[in-house]
């Protein structure tokens, strides 16, 4: 944790080093002084890999996802990024093992997500796993809870989708 934040405070000076040589009118080294400043916070933040895993699972290019989570070290991600990490990873597995991709879900839950959406798309893999598995109850409250968490709508067709399948009697009809 120290070593993070002694990265955090070296790039924050970085910036106020190069916001110092743009104002004195040293453009040239403000601009080699802010390439090495956007370098250093994004090692420190650590979560490209997991940007990248994210746009190729969006893009349905599950090697290259796998591939980009990897190369994630785990332990060094903060608790959120962990959380997320679990989930991407959850939602590539659950096509081969649904216990894995179940344990990987609820283990991102209970580390947290920070967006409402990432939340309920969570939870809506996990009402999949329990309408294979014919527990109707735990994945009609999951879907309810999923519904609440989706404020904006952008869910709808896909919740729709689960629950047609679980009243057609179980989630292997989606595909």
Same mark, same amino acid.
């Given at each position: ?18 916001? %110092? ?5 040293? =453009?040239?080294?403000?601009?080699? +002084?802010?390439?090495? =400043?956007?370098?250093?916070?994004? +090692?420190?933040?650590?979560? &490209?890999?997991?940007? &990248?895993?994210?746009? %190729? ?9 796998k ?16 959380? %997320? %990490?679990y989930?991407? &990873? ?9 216990? @894995? ?6 283990q991102?839950?209970s580390l ?11 939870k ?7 309408? =294979? ?20 709508? =952008?869910?709808?067709? @896909?919740?729709? &989708? ?14």
């Amino acid at each position: 944790m120290l070593i993070r934040l002694l990265k955090i405070l070296i790039a924050a000076a970085s910036c106020a080093y190069s916001i %110092y040589l743009f104002t004195g009118g040293y =453009t040239g080294a403000g601009i080699g +002084m802010l390439i090495l =400043t956007i370098l250093l916070a994004l +090692m420190s933040l650590r979560s &490209m890999r997991l940007v &990248m895993a994210f746009v %190729y699972l969006r893009q349905q290019k599950m090697d290259d996802a796998k591939k980009w989570l990897g190369r994630v070290r785990v332990n060094q991600l903060w608790t959120k990024q962990r959380g %997320y %990490y679990y989930f991407l &990873m959850g939602s590539l597995t659950m096509e081969q093992n649904m216990n @894995d991709a179940e344990r990987l879900l609820k283990q991102a839950l209970s580390l947290g997500l920070k967006h409402k959406h990432d939340e309920a798309a969570a939870k809506l893999n996990l009402a999949v796993v329990a309408s =294979t598995r014919r527990k109707v109850g735990e994945a009609t409250k999951l879907l309810n809870e999923c519904k609440h968490l989706d404020e904006k709508g =952008t869910m709808t067709k @896909d919740i729709k &989708m689960v629950e047609d399948a679980i009243r057609g009697g179980g989630a292997r009809q989606m595909q």
